[in-house]
């Protein structure tokens, strides 16, 4: 359990710092644009990769991923919401405070997959 959540924090990381562009990040306050989807898309499709390799059924995983992948699009979307309509920026300590919880949200979800597999 605790090697399968780690895995996630790190197809986390890869995600939302090594794998995240400009075009994504300016799209994740718009409903249904496409940087927020493929974002998101991603997080689900890592998300799959990584609960196959733990041998987790594969329609499982994938309906895991899913999940992941819609969750992970709302948090973002919210988050995203207030920066634009509070105006915050890397220089306001809300901006942190929005910023931390969004990820501990992720790690929430992380947490609810793991259950889900054990």
């Not at 927020?36 to 196959?52: E, F, K, N, P």
């Amino acid at each position: 359990m605790l090697v399968l959540i780690s895995m996630l924090m790190i197809k986390h990381t890869l995600a939302d710092y090594f794998f995240q562009y400009s075009w994504m990040i300016k799209d994740k306050g718009t409903y249904g644009a496409p940087g927020g989807l493929a974002h998101s898309g991603l997080h689900g499709i890592l998300t799959l990769i990584v609960l196959v390799l733990f041998g987790i059924p594969f329609v499982f995983s994938l309906m895991l991923g899913i999940l992941d992948s819609v969750i992970h699009y709302h948090i973002d979307y919210l988050k995203s919401n207030i920066w634009k309509n509070k105006k915050l920026t890397p220089a306001d300590q809300q901006f942190w405070v929005a910023h931390g919880t969004d990820q501990f949200a992720h790690f929430l979800t992380y947490v609810g997959i793991v259950i889900l597999c054990v």
